[in-house]
């Protein structure tokens, strides 16, 4: 039987509009041959690592956009911001991991943002991310004009998809289980380690002749992705699993809902869902 999705839902536009809202008047990102022509091409850059997502617009800008979508869903108005951290709370059952998924490609088409990674609190919701994206792939090259795409499971023994995830022109969505993910993280800094702390380092911080000698960590930093954290009051839960997932972005560290930008609320109910956008 063949799944068929209403992509007219007005809460789930809503939703992804406030995300797609918080920044407006970045420019949009140009693609292909020109993208490599040059360091600096709206929502992407380039280094010696690969393509990654730049975001053009300051702080200032981004904290108007935020309160003219807190403003038109009647959401009491933030200040300043506190990093650029976006959370949304949906009703279980509601579609969240379709918002978010949308999200994504609707994100790539209005400034070319291509890194996304999203972090999930248990196998069991990675393998259910994974299904849905199997299941959605046809309804959103149908909405968005056949965007190519690659989606993985980051594994420790499979370096050569976080490369690519750094390389590629495409739209890249890397999931990550945050249980498995902070096994490979270390307990401290790099910089407070010493040669023999270093040499026991797991495989994304330690140096790697696969990777031209580079830490893979590095190449996914690189791609200043954007981090979508499916449940965060799940998986922010240790000291440890916060410093995961900062170590994923390379500028600001995400440290999910607890400071919210963008809250969206569906219902009144006590029971939701939420998710955290962050990174750039």
């Not at 911001?81 to 009703?91: A, K, V």
């Not at 490369?163 to 495409?170: D, I, M, P, W």
Request: neutral net charge; aromatic residues 8%; charged residues 25%.
């Amino acid at each position: 039987m063949k799944l068929k999705f209403d992509p007219s839902l007005q809460y789930q536009q809503e939703a992804i509009n406030a995300v797609v809202g918080a920044f407006e008047g970045q420019p949009f990102a140009q693609t292909g041959a020109m993208a490599f022509q040059s360091i600096q091409i709206g929502g992407l850059f380039q280094t010696e690592l690969g393509l990654g997502n730049r975001l053009n617009i300051g702080d200032e800008d981004i904290l108007r956009n935020v309160q003219t979508v807190q403003e038109a869903n009647e959401i009491e108005k933030v200040a300043a911001l506190e990093g650029r951290e976006f959370s949304i709370e949906m009703e279980t059952g509601t579609g969240k991991t379709y918002v978010y998924l949308r999200t994504i490609f609707e994100l790539n088409k209005t400034y070319g943002f291509k890194k996304f990674i999203i972090v999930v609190p248990s196998v069991a919701i990675r393998e259910g991310v994974l299904k849905s994206i199997d299941v959605t792939k046809e309804h959103f090259h149908t909405l968005y004009d056949n965007a190519p795409f690659d989606h993985f499971v980051y594994d420790s023994k499979r370096l050569g998809k976080v490369r690519q995830f750094a390389t590629s022109n495409q739209i890249q969505i890397m999931v990550i289980n945050i249980q498995s993910f902070q096994k490979d993280v270390a307990d401290k800094d790099l910089s407070e380690m010493t040669e023999e702390e270093l040499k026991k380092l797991n495989v994304i911080n330690r140096e790697n002749d696969r990777m031209s000698g580079r830490r893979p960590i590095e190449f996914i930093q690189a791609a200043s992705p954007i981090v979508i954290i499916d449940e965060p009051q799940s998986v922010d839960t240790t000291e440890k699993s916060r410093r995961a997932i900062g170590n994923l972005i390379r500028w600001r560290r995400c440290v999910t809902a607890r400071r919210i930008a963008i809250p969206i609320t569906f219902s009144t109910s006590l029971i939701r869902s939420r998710l955290t956008i962050c990174g750039l």
